[in-house]
């Protein structure tokens, strides 16, 4: 029950820090969000725009009560959510190739991250630190990676609801949330990552990556699911 109120609140907030994009003008901007904003200002708020809609209708899609009292409001919930996915997932591959440069160009100006009260020669670079795109090649890989599995999973939780095999769908529908719930995740580990590594480059490509834990997670539940299901069976067998 803790568990699931954290991350209740950890993507309701997420969502909501998430919706200042859509301000005018937009406030409390790092250099590298201000740089993919001024590229890519459409696509970018499409990507997010799909982020905040998913983060929180994904939320209902566990709900054990609705799926039974109100299974239409269900239905119709994920009908927006695989929406959402399709509209931030396509959003996402198209900003993938200049997530290298937004990436160097905010290290450049040592405004990659927060790092208030962290000297930046304690993290590991410095105002005569240069960095260039290519270095991050692998950041890009597993940003794209990530929008990929992001709209495989939901499709498949999407073609078996329609085949209706709901247990499949349900496993699907966790696996594309645990992706959807990346947006949390890779706020909370860059600086970790950036205080125990103290090298930006492999800081911030372990957070690009860092939704293969989610994952991770997201399978072992699975399989604990599943075998307690398997056990309780045998139990009730004859």
Known sequence: MAARGMMWSLALVVAFVAARYFLSPVPWLYRMQALALTRHP???????????????????????????????????????????????????????????????????????????????????YGPSSTYSPSQFFLVMLGFGTLAVAWLFTTTAALVRA??????????????????????????????????????????????FWSWVLNLAVAEWLLRRQQAGVARRTVIASP
């Open 42 to 124: 459409f696509w970018l708020r499409l990507h997010i725009a799909g982020g905040i809609v998913t983060l929180t209708l994904g939320l209902f899609q566990f709900m054990a009560s609705l799926r039974a009292v109100h299974p239409l409001v269900h239905r119709n919930l994920g009908r927006l959510y695989v929406a959402a996915v399709l509209v931030g997932g396509i959003a996402g591959l198209r900003l993938t190739p200049d997530t290298c440069v937004f990436v160097a160009d905010a290290l450049n100006e040592g405004k990659g991250f927060d790092l208030s009260p962290l000297s930046p020669s304690f993290l590991g």
């Open 162 to 207: 329609r085949q209706r095999q709901f247990d499949q769908h349900q496993r699907w529908m966790t696996r594309s949330y645990s992706l959807t719930f990346a947006a949390v995740t890779v706020r909370l580990v860059g600086l970790p990552f950036l205080v125990l590594t103290r090298d930006p480059v492999v800081a911030i490509t372990c957070t």
